[in-house]
């Protein structure tokens, strides 16, 4: 079985910055990336950021510039700072641990909310 426990997140105004965390437990195979998502009502479930094995790093355009992740493989654990929020950021963010070689198994956190209002 494998967690995934989300923290951080809430409420920050317009142009400050807050961070989440996302720590992975269980029986863990090999981790092929972990990051993060977003989703409002209505619309999909959208990629904010990825890091994956070695490192490598993917941003969703809108966010390119004011977020960046991080990873403690030790841990198992993701992090991601958001700088310079703005009202769109406003979301529950989801972290998200993909594991596996041949068969590839997503795992989901339950999300944290995100707030940008002033």
């Known amino acids: 079985q494998v967690q995934l426990v989300e923290s951080g997140g809430g409420l920050v105004q317009p142009g400050g910055s807050l961070s989440v965390s996302c720590a992975a437990s269980g029986s863990i195979s090999t981790i092929n990336s972990m990051g993060w998502y977003r989703q409002v009502p209505g619309k999909q479930r959208e990629s904010v950021a990825v890091?994956?094995?070695?490192?490598?790093?993917n941003y969703a355009d809108s966010v390119k510039g004011r977020f960046t992740i991080s990873r403690d493989n030790a841990k198992n654990t993701v992090f991601l700072q958001m700088n310079s929020l703005k009202p769109e950021d406003t979301a529950v963010y989801y972290c998200?641990?993909?594991?596996?070689?041949?068969?590839?198994?997503?795992?989901w956190g339950k999300g944290t909310p995100v707030t940008v209002s002033s």
């Open positions: 998200n641990l993909e594991v596996g070689r041949t068969i590839l198994v997503n795992y």
């Open positions: 890091i994956r094995s070695g490192g490598i790093t």
